[in-house]
């Protein structure tokens, strides 16, 4: 079995894949349908994701499962097909990675709130159970439980995944910037509380991703080192932060820009190093050309 933490070990940086929805809606994914889905439906399209960022020197690439819990698949009918859903989307990936390139199984939060009894402890705990358990059992070498903003949420699904699986967990969440130049979660979560509860539920790997650009990136990174100095760290960042032109949402940061910050984001700690909303396999080649230099 492959082991991330063994690579991380050697003193390797590695490097994961970009954004996956902009591709899918290039391919024709519509506003409304359901993403993963695709992995039964377009096989071909997700394909060609997952191997762009191959060919494009990623180390990591991850699988098109984000939204594949019971709970958010129950929006389109699909909540009796989550294992197969989630099958085939490590199945995919496993298959444009080959042997040598790192899957990891992508988990996002449900968008129920256990604060408002949306939904149960119980409930969230048994679909991360089953979508870990048909990633695991697709060929993905580790689990990603990604965008989290609520520390519980987050326990129960590393829990979960742990349960589920023998594979590396890693855990990842979306911080802003609020007043006194504080990192916070949408839900008040700080990077100290972050590491202090994932570790109390024994994830390998944490992180964050989404949210901000790269050059915030390295703050929270720092943040986070403040707290563990031994735990790897994951980024995913966006492209810098979004606008919007003409009704159409456009990413800043260049693949150059984005490179840039590549050295600084390794001085502050970081492991694994990829990009989230609005980066594509030029932002990967430029981060990978960075690394190897």
């Given at each position: 079995m492959k082991?991330?933490?063994?690579?991380?070990?050697?003193?390797?940086?590695?490097?994961?894949?970009?954004a996956w929805g902009t591709f899918l809606m290039k391919r024709g994914l519509k506003a409304g349908e359901c993403p993963e889905y695709w992995n039964i439906s377009h096989k071909e399209d997700v394909f060609a994701i997952a191997k762009s960022y191959v060919d494009a020197g990623s180390d990591i690439i991850l699988?098109?499962?984000?939204?594949?819990?019971?709970?958010?698949?129950?929006?389109?009918?699909?909540?009796?097909?989550?294992?197969?859903?989630?099958?085939?989307?490590?199945?995919?990936?496993?298959?444009?990675?080959?042997?040598?390139?790192?899957?990891?199984?992508?988990?996002?939060?449900t968008g129920a709130m256990l604060i408002m009894n949306e939904i149960t402890e119980s409930e969230l705990y048994d679909g991360f159970f089953l979508q870990a358990k048909a990633l695991m059992s697709g060929g993905v070498d580790a689990i990603c439980i990604e965008t989290m903003t609520d520390i519980n949420e987050a326990k129960i699904a590393v829990k979960a995944a742990k349960d589920a699986t023998n594979l590396e967990v890693a855990c990842t969440f979306t911080f802003d910037k609020v007043a006194n130049n504080e990192f916070?979660?949408?839900?008040?979560?700080?990077?100290?509380?972050?590491?202090?509860?994932?570790?109390e539920v024994n994830a390998d790997v944490i992180g964050t991703n989404c949210g901000i650009g790269f050059e915030l990136m390295i703050d929270i990174v720092k943040e986070l080192r403040k707290y563990n100095s031994t735990i790897p760290i994951?980024?995913?960042?966006?492209?810098?932060?979004?606008?919007?032109?003409?009704?159409?949402?456009?990413?800043?940061?260049?693949?150059?820009?984005?490179?840039?910050?590549?050295?600084k984001l390794v001085e502050a700690g970081a492991n694994i190093i990829g990009g989230c909303c609005g980066t594509t396999p030029d932002h990967i080649k430029a981060i990978v050309r960075v690394i190897k230099n």
């Open positions: 082991s991330l933490l063994n690579e991380i070990k050697k003193g390797k940086v590695l490097v994961s894949d970009g699988t098109n499962s984000f939204g594949g819990s019971p709970y958010k698949l129950k929006h389109f009918d699909l909540s009796e097909n989550a294992f197969e859903i989630n099958k085939q989307a490590a199945l995919i990936s496993r298959e444009a990675a080959g042997e040598n390139i790192y899957v990891l199984g992508s988990i996002g939060p916070k979660t949408i839900m008040g979560v700080s990077p100290k509380e972050v590491i202090d509860a994932i570790l994951l980024v995913h960042a966006n492209a810098g932060l979004p606008i919007f032109n003409n009704n159409i949402i456009e990413y800043p940061d260049t693949p150059e820009i984005m490179g840039n910050f590549v050295p």
